[in-house]
């Protein structure tokens, strides 16, 4: 090669080929995810992860089937307790009621007891219910996000531009 040539080689770009790729290859699949998760604290960042979400099943089930029936349950104790003790005490339900029902009640106190108790329980039904709702609020930041979800602008740490007017 003359001196010319290698010039004009050096000048087009060190002597590399028009067919060389411009880009770096992308690693295989097995490169690409030891690079991103390396050794052990990858296979334990994983493992964690698996193992939040039966704790993320079990909050849920906690939070929406077991939580509305305590505060039901307490609620509506006093309006049930008072419809057991009419049944109790009525001559109709039980032939012979205890020795202390009828030193306390006739029979028409104790249905006076059941319509009482029944009457009692559309507003217990109402308070139960906004209680429910406002305990589920209130424990609802406690709750990891679902895994679906996608996140909040807080949660990704963007802060509205000032001036202009925040996203609905």
Do not use: K
């Amino acid at each position: 090669m003359s001196d010319q040539e290698r010039e004009t080689e050096e000048d087009e770009g060190g002597g590399t080929s028009d067919t060389a790729p411009m880009l770096p290859q992308r690693p295989p699949d097995c490169q690409a995810s030891t690079l991103r998760n390396p050794g052990w604290s990858g296979l334990a960042t994983r493992g964690l992860r698996t193992l939040l979400l039966p704790v993320r099943t079990l909050a849920v089930v906690l939070l929406h089937l077991l939580l509305p029936g305590t505060v039901f349950l307490l609620v509506l104790l006093p309006a049930a307790g008072i419809v057991y003790l009419g049944f109790l005490c009525h001559s109709r339900v039980r032939p012979a009621p205890g020795p202390g029902c009828r030193t306390l009640l006739s029979d028409r106190g104790s249905a006076a007891l059941i319509v009482l108790g029944f009457l009692a329980l559309p507003p217990l039904l109402v308070l139960a219910s906004a209680a429910r709702a406002r305990l589920i609020r209130r424990l609802r930041p406690l709750l990891p996000p679902p895994a679906g979800a996608p996140a909040s602008d807080e949660e990704r740490g963007v802060t509205p531009a000032p001036g202009l007017p925040e996203a609905p």
